[in-house]
């Protein structure tokens, strides 16, 4: 144990003795750890951002839309068309699905179109436009759709109310606004309520009546960024939504089960009876909440990963940097070597006495790394960087832990060699050298 603490001690005599070199030896440790814990914590952030986002969609939720997908270009006037599936489902798709005979797990159906994204693929339909209202103007994602889309997606209205079944019987110019679209155009949410806005959707010109405003629902913040009316009454003035045989299309489906553990069970009938309404053809997709959120989370582990190893090159480069130095340090400190070996030494003390070196280093590299790095990701923490997409960062012990393991390992790894070669040295010949 007194040798250890030797050792020790001349390991920190070293150090302080070349403050330069031990700075420059420990840089590429610090770069290395600190690159690994914040861009960790940009792939955690970003898969708890995709778990917040599906989870928020409601509870016991299943998502039916069209199975393929085609592009279609914006049109003018301020407002925009974005990722266009193809429309093979329709109303009397949904009609369907209420039949409680024959699916009594199912608790309510909701048909919409536009919308911020559910699926994990992001290529919903994105209907973008110009909202104008009070003076102000802003931009508004279109969610046409019916009186069950506020009790499915879990919304809470923080002022005025929900639009109804008799909005979508009489196709009404009733609107309800998302709470930054709100907040953009009016002074309060309760102030929006009574109001008229105007929309500008390509060739479409509507004014619309502001009957309630949703509470912020947070998150990506495209749910705050939606204003929503009757599926009726954005049909009548888009020719695209009309199937040729008279049913209204629709871009999703959305059902709630009452009993979670019946979800896989409801996604099977559902599909099924489906089938039969499309004539023996699947040109649709079901999945549950699980199922995308299964999807969403394996991409984001890949990206962590993959994050992680990229920035572990800068570890192992480190790790070469150290190996480069203390080679370098073995022949400034041969006489010295062979000095110790003169005195008593043996070839195990001069191998520790690298090592402890190596792995100080390393150490205290790891130690300075972690804090870059968590500091690094606490400013990165809600930054856009001009992307226009809000990074999203999470520093979990377990990226701690392993950043901070495999810098030891690197330093173990890239000091034993020149800690070996100290050792071999032959006393008699260290001693010749100058």
């Given at each position: 144990?007194?040798?250890?603490?030797?050792?020790?001690r001349?390991?920190?005599?070293?150090?302080?003795?070349n403050?330069?070199?031990?700075?420059?030896?420990?840089?590429?440790?610090?770069?290395?750890?600190?690159?690994?814990?914040?861009?960790?914590?940009?792939?955690?952030?970003?898969?708890a951002?995709?778990?917040?986002?599906?989870?928020?969609?409601?509870?016991?939720?299943?998502?039916?839309q069209?199975?393929?997908?085609?592009?279609?270009?914006?049109?003018?006037?301020?407002?925009?068309?974005?990722?266009?599936?193809?429309?093979?489902?329709?109303?009397?798709?949904?009609?369907?699905?209420r039949?409680?005979?024959?699916?009594?797990?199912?608790?309510?159906?909701?048909?919409?179109f536009?919308?911020?994204?559910?699926s994990?693929?992001?290529?919903?339909?994105?209907?973008?436009?110009?909202?104008?209202?009070?003076?102000?103007?802003?931009?508004a994602?279109?969610?046409?759709?019916?009186?069950?889309?506020?009790?499915?997606?879990?919304?809470?209205?923080?002022?005025?109310?929900?639009?109804?079944?008799?909005?979508?019987?009489?196709?009404s110019?009733?609107?309800?606004?998302?709470a930054?679209?709100a907040?953009?155009l009016?002074?309060?949410?309760?102030?929006?309520?009574?109001?008229?806005?105007?929309?500008?959707?390509?060739?479409i010109?509507?004014?619309?009546?502001?009957?309630?405003?949703?509470?912020?629902?947070?998150g990506?913040?495209?749910?705050?960024?939606?204003?929503?009316?009757?599926?009726?009454?954005?049909?009548?003035?888009?020719?695209?939504?009309?199937?040729?045989?008279?049913?209204?299309?629709?871009?999703?489906?959305t059902?709630?089960?009452?009993?979670?553990?019946?979800?896989?069970?409801?996604?099977?009938?559902?599909?099924?009876?489906?089938i039969?309404?499309?004539?023996?053809?699947?040109?649709?997709?079901?999945?549950?909440?699980?199922?995308?959120?299964?999807?969403?989370?394996?991409?984001?582990r890949?990206?962590?990963?993959?994050?992680?190893?990229?920035?572990?090159?800068?570890?192992?480069?480190?790790g070469?940097?150290?190996?480069?130095?203390m080679?370098?340090?073995?022949?400034?400190?041969?006489?010295?070597?062979?000095?110790?070996?003169?005195?008593?030494?043996?070839?195990?003390?001069?191998?520790?006495?690298?090592v402890?070196?190596?792995?100080?280093?390393?150490?205290?590299?790891?130690?300075?790394?972690?804090?870059?790095?968590?500091?690094?990701?606490?400013?990165?923490?809600?930054?856009?960087?001009?992307?226009?997409?809000?990074?999203?960062?999470?520093?979990?012990a377990?990226?701690?832990?392993?950043?901070?393991?495999?810098?030891?390992?690197?330093?173990?790894?890239?000091?034993?060699?020149?800690?070996?070669?100290a050792?071999?040295?032959?006393?008699?010949?260290?001693?010749?050298?100058?």
């Amino acid at each position: 144990m007194m040798i250890f603490f030797d050792t020790l001690r001349m390991a920190i005599f070293e150090f302080t003795s070349n403050k330069l070199r031990t700075g420059l030896t420990m840089l590429g440790i610090v770069i290395g750890v600190g690159a690994v814990i914040a861009l960790m914590a940009a792939g955690q952030g970003a898969q708890a951002g995709v778990t917040s986002k599906v989870r928020g969609l409601g509870s016991n939720l299943i998502f039916i839309q069209p199975a393929t997908t085609s592009s279609s270009g914006g049109g003018g006037g301020g407002g925009g068309l974005r990722n266009l599936r193809s429309l093979t489902l329709t109303t009397a798709d949904a009609a369907t699905l209420r039949d409680k005979t024959q699916f009594p797990a199912i608790s309510s159906v909701v048909s919409q179109f536009g919308g911020s994204d559910t699926s994990a693929d992001t290529t919903q339909t994105t209907l973008q436009t110009q909202v104008i209202g009070n003076g102000n103007n802003t931009t508004a994602i279109i969610t046409a759709t019916e009186p069950d889309f506020a009790v499915v997606r879990g919304y809470v209205l923080s002022s005025g109310a929900f639009i109804t079944q008799d909005d979508l019987d009489r196709k009404s110019n009733n609107v309800v606004l998302g709470a930054k679209v709100a907040s953009d155009l009016f002074s309060t949410p309760a102030a929006a309520v009574g109001q008229d806005v105007r929309i500008n959707f390509g060739p479409i010109n509507l004014t619309l009546t502001v009957i309630g405003v949703m509470a912020p629902r947070g998150g990506n913040g495209a749910d705050d960024t939606q204003m929503i009316m009757p599926l009726t009454t954005f049909a009548t003035r888009v020719p695209f939504i009309r199937s040729t045989n008279g049913k209204q299309n629709v871009q999703e489906i959305t059902v709630k089960v009452a009993d979670a553990s019946k979800l896989n069970q409801a996604k099977l009938a559902i599909t099924n009876a489906l089938i039969t309404n499309h004539n023996g053809t699947q040109d649709f997709a079901v999945s549950t909440q699980n199922d995308l959120l299964a999807t969403a989370n394996q991409v984001s582990r890949t990206l962590t990963i993959l994050l992680g190893a990229i920035a572990g090159i800068s570890l192992v480069v480190g790790g070469i940097g150290i190996m480069n130095i203390m080679l370098v340090s073995v022949i400034e400190r041969t006489r010295e070597i062979g000095i110790r070996k003169a005195v008593g030494a043996n070839s195990r003390m001069i191998l520790m006495q690298f090592v402890v070196e190596a792995v100080i280093v390393t150490v205290a590299g790891g130690a300075v790394g972690v804090m870059v790095g968590v500091a690094a990701a606490k400013l990165a923490n809600g930054q856009d960087f001009g992307t226009g997409s809000v990074v999203n960062t999470q520093v979990t012990a377990t990226s701690i832990i392993v950043a901070s393991s495999v810098s030891v390992l690197i330093g173990l790894f890239f000091g034993i060699y020149p800690a070996y070669q100290a050792s071999r040295l032959d006393p008699i010949e260290a001693l010749r050298k100058d």
